[in-house]
């Protein structure tokens, strides 16, 4: 059974930072393009960052210079590490794993907010 398990949302003041994981199991981790995408309040889910197999890496022109995405394939982990966030940033956050077939996380709640 494949599971993907975001943690490290929460509440954050405009600034501040935060990173997110997303621990992959039951597929060969190594093989899979990783994706962060969110959703913010009465938007469409939009793509943040992608990690290749090769760790190849892109941005949303948005968080470009702010956030980066990383992985660790012995921990089958993925992060995301957000600074300089703003009040745009929030969202419910999305792990995705591609390779022949797709598969999402249940989401992580990020608030930035003072």
């Known amino acids: 059974q494949v599971q993907l398990v975001e943690s490290g949302g929460g509440l954050v003041q405009p600034g501040g930072s935060l990173r997110l994981s997303c621990a992959a199991s039951?597929?060969?981790?190594?093989?899979?393009?990783m994706r962060w995408y969110r959703q913010g309040p009465g938007k469409q889910r939009e793509l943040v960052a992608t990690?290749?197999?090769?760790?190849?890496?892109s941005y949303a022109e948005s968080v470009k210079g702010r956030f980066t995405i990383s992985r660790d394939n012995a921990k089958n982990t993925v992060y995301l590490q957000m600074n300089s966030l703003k009040p745009e940033d929030t969202a419910v956050y999305y792990c995705n794993a591609e390779f022949v077939s797709l598969y999402w996380g249940q989401g992580t709640q990020v608030t930035v907010s003072s």
């Open positions: 990690i290749t197999r090769g760790s190849s890496t």
């Open positions: 039951g597929i060969i981790f190594s093989l899979y393009n």
